[in-house]
């Protein structure tokens, strides 16, 4: 059957609020027929008169993504339904089921006012000297309230006095808002998210025609710190970007009799502080029943005691309509299992390590306190273990009841990385129901695989656990810790975050955040949105603020995404970018280097410029070896390879630029590029490899990344291979690498001859291994190999870095065996491993243009491979030395 999938508009499902004038439609499409490519599509679109805005005709074409909107101009604040019909080459027809998207503010018709409540907030008394955190002499404070403000209540009335057609709320916020409309919340959880706010501020669009009674109506907001004001990122510093929460609303009325009205945030709005003595997205909440009317939020609410605002003049030239997919919750683990600890303590197990927030329902008596204190792990016998160390990282929310009652407490304005909560003030008995929401931003899930070893299936249901995790407004580095936009950690995982979500707009949403952060002189923050709080970690003392691998990752994401998306716009939009930052390495190497200028002779002064290798730089970060010598501190492992690991890195990213270049057609510039990849490779073997193929610092990750980007002369490649060999063997066959080299090591053992040896690697079961968390019971992937070490020692690292996960891409691409021939996966190759060790495997990767699916099992007698590709796409199934041409459908190949 020839079937329409995944219609989407921008790459979302159903969007609303878009400010784009022309948005693109994308579908799949799915046939059990051979040799099937679409022959035409229509797309019509219409307004909400039915009228159709938009009709393509029959465009004779294969595409089915990207394709742009050409019909009469879009109008502000309408529902547009759409729908595609495509048919095939054999005349097959498909049609999609209706779907729609919404317009914003088209054309920036912004009239409503900043407003601000007029709160005087406290001094901030965060600590800023990094060693102190570093070094656990500062630990969250017991009493958050002394240090945080309350979130602010806002509330205004509004009179409707005829029939209303229909009806859209704008709002965004400095903080995170909860907005209600007639005592319903409407808003979406922790909008506005978190963007660099000074050039990016998302506003949410509702529609809110349901919610509207004739009459006089309420609209009430809560206000919380969110990022914007909170004690964020790993300094858990506040105010990051402003001191003090505001909040914008617009609500448009539509009436039946063809007028129109506009409300707005303005002067008439009221404040007062409530329920929350404070809500931080790290510490928690603290919660006090009844501490305002529970009426506050209803039409018929006298507020004459509330405090007036102050009207703001920040603009509006910084707001955004919707680009991606928002926060949700996404699942809801509905019976978490209670345990009682060897201790006594009470403790809730979600039984996997997630990341949110729990819902509980429980009776309580006047002046009762409970508290909720959520961590990642429990200590070796089983009692409660903060994991999470530094400053304002309490992760515990406190409801205090104010009368006796049963209350449903959820809270708002904060979220946890958690496996366990701590429960005190309160009994069993009295628990009347627990559930644990798990929220992130709602990607679709595009790939899997499971094989014949349940442990490879436990660690990939791990990795896109973790990635799920931390991929809430941006991808962060850990969800409980620091939940910051670490460049690096994303760049060694797109490859396998792409096969396992689709993250196209969510990482081109995060790149162009990325190119707004983006210095004069071409430097890429470490971390995207930056915090001014960086600079207490970015162990230089100067105005260098990014680093090899980690920067970047404004030019390796954009690639990854090209391949597995084939939208040649990535490389467009993020190029000037890319450049720029190619500009700023290219001149770093020419000008900086690790001794004086006169210290060289002419030959070494000429290799020089070509190495990138001064700085601060965090190098192969948390290679296993370093981490152990120097008892858990990281450094160590960025001081040993940082002179090494950027000039490897300049070898990739000058390759790749010449690719990216050669995409986008600059000919003179690839030119220029291989050159200087050239130049760069030479440099480098001159310069860091001896005669026996030795390089400086004796460690795995320097041999895989120099074998891996080419940089061994051909005359001594087989000793660097030797090299890594014998490093992995005296390593009792374990790996030793940290986050830059990881992603290739398997790969570049494969493809030098030794793919026993990477196997070996990927089916090890000791630390340190992927295999050895997963014995552990790890529900998720670790930022430290030996998070939890052999002796059962847990150690204060976190428990949800997808960084290691990069391995995943590996077993897609040699277990499963689907690599792309041509970006976006119209071409591909199939060529699982069926040597690899497994009995059978099975993938599934929802590419833009549909499904592919590659099944294969080993028998006794033979073997059974299944394909299936979907319509448009062909390629090449490589079998038992053979190789066969495969187009959509089903084929089937046994031996
Ligand atoms: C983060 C990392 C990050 C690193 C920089 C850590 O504290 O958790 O994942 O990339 O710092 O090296």
Known sequence: MYQIHDPKCNGMKNPVGLIDKLPRFSWKLSTDLNDLKQQNYRIRVQNEQKTLVWDSGTVESTA????????????????????????????????????????????GEWKAQWIEPTLSRK??????????????????????????????????????????????????????????????????????????????????????????NRGTNCIGTI?????????????????????????????????????????????????????????????GERYIQDKISSKWNSADFDDRSWQK????????????????????????????????????????????????????????????????????????????????MGQHKNQCDIFIF?????????????????????????????????EIDILGTDLDHSGSFSTSCDLINRLQENIVRSQSGNMLEIPTDCPQRERAGWTGDMQVYTPTACFNMDVYAFLSRWLKNMRYEQLPDGQVPNIIPSMESDKYIHFSQNKHISCAGWSDACMIIPWFLYQYYGKIEVLVDNFDMIHRWMDYVENQARTSHPKAAGVYSPEELERQQYLWNTEFHFGDWLYPSAVKEAE???????????????????????????????????????????????????????????????MPVHIQGLYVLALQFDLYPANKKSMGIKHLKELIASNNGSLDTGFLSTPFLLDTLYENGEKELAYSLLYRETCPSWLYAVTQGATTIWESWAAIQPDGTRTNSSYNHFAFGSIGDFIYRRIGGLFPLEAGFRQIKISPDFDCGLAHARLSYNSNYGKIEVNWHKKAKGLLLEISLPVNVSGIVECNGQSYEVTSGKTTFTT
């Open 64 to 107: 089915v993504f990207d394709i742009p909107y050409n019909g009469s101009p879009l109008c502000s604040h309408t529902d547009y339904t759409w729908s595609v019909i495509s048919v095939a080459t054999n005349s097959d027809k498909a049609t999609s089921p209706h779907q729609y998207f919404s317009t914003a503010m088209l054309e």
């Open 123 to 212: 001094p901030l008394t965060d600590c800023t000297e990094m060693w102190k955190v570093f070094t656990g002499m500062v630990t969250s404070l017991e009493h958050p309230e002394e240090v945080l403000d309350p979130p602010v209540y806002l509330r205004r009335n509004f009179t409707i006095s005829k029939p209303v057609a229909k009806a859209k709320a704008y709002a965004t916020a400095h903080g995170i808002y909860e907005l209600q409309l007639n005592g319903k919340v409407i808003s979406a959880p922790l909008a506005p998210g978190y963007t660099v706010y000074k050039d990016y501020l998302a506003v949410q669009q509702y529609d809110i025609t349901a919610c509207l």
């Open 223 to 283: 206000l919380a710190d969110g990022w914007y004001t909170g004690k964020i990122g790993f300094t858990g510093i506040g105010n990051q970007y402003g001191d003090t929460t505001a909040f914008y609303l617009q609500l448009e009325l539509f009436y039946n009799d063809g007028t129109h009205e506009t409300i707005t945030s303005d002067e008439q709005f009221r404040w007062t502080t409530g329920n929350y003595a404070y809500a931080d997205l790290f510490v």
């Open 309 to 388: 605002v102050a009207v703001k003049n920040y603009g509006t030239a910084n707001f955004a309509g919707q680009e991606c997919e928002p926060v949700r919750v996404l699942r809801t683990i509905s019976k978490p299992a209670f345990l009682n600890s060897p201790k006594g303590e009470l403790i809730v197990d979600a039984g996997e390590n997630i990341v949110g927030y729990p819902r509980i329902t429980m009776h309580g008596k006047v002046g009762q306190t409970v508290k909720l204190t959520h961590s990642e792990v429990l200590d070796r016998d089983g009692n409660f273990l903060m994991n999470i």
């Open 402 to 434: 104010t009368r006796d009652s049963m209350v449903n407490y959820t809270p708002c304005f904060t979220f946890h990385g958690f496996r366990y909560i701590k429960v005190e003030g309160i009994s069993t008995d009295n628990i009347e129901s627990i």
């Open 632 to 694: 858990g501190n990281p450094i160590l492992s960025a001081e040993r390879t940082k002179e090494y690991v950027p000039a490897a890195m300049f070898a990739y990213t000058s390759r790749l630029m010449s690719k990216i270049c050669t995409a986008l057609n600059k000919k003179e510039l690839a030119a220029h590029y291989r050159a200087l990849n050239n130049n760069i490779r030479r440099a480098f073997a001159a310069e860091y490899i001896d005669s026996d193929g030795k």
